[in-house]
Nanobody
């Protein structure tokens, strides 16, 4: 069983930066893909950035490409999302996810684990 705990959210002005962290415990070594998703009020959850753990290849969603970076520290079992040049439309609850299966560079819905989410507000 994998447990994921996000942190680093908060309130920031447009143009500001935040770094989200997701600490994994349990059988995190079995995670083949990890990712950050977000969900704004009244909208569906969307993928923001995904990573294939073994190869390190990443996928960044179009709305955040060039502004957000996903990275991982395997020694610390921590996934990061560096968010720069934040915009009001980036306001959402951000979730970390992991699965032993992949869909591209995103965790497959089969066997996916979710964190509890961390709020990011840009205004």
């Amino acid at each position: 069983h994998v447990q994921l705990v996000e942190s680093g959210g908060g309130s920031v002005r447009p143009g500001g930066s935040l770094r989200l962290s997701c600490v994994g415990s349990g059988y995190t070594a079995s995670s083949a893909c990890m990712a950050w998703f977000r969900q704004a009020p009244g909208k569906e959850r969307e993928g923001v950035a995904g990573m294939h753990v073994r190869s390190g290849t990443t996928t960044i969603a179009d709305p955040v490409r060039g502004r957000f970076t996903i990275s991982r520290d395997s020694a610390r079992n921590t996934l990061y999302l560096q968010m720069n040049s934040l915009r009001p439309e980036d306001t959402a609850t951000y979730y970390c996810a992991a699965s032993r299966y992949c869909s591209g560079n995103y965790p497959h819905s089969d066997g996916i684990f979710w964190g509890q989410g961390t709020q990011v507000t840009v205004s």
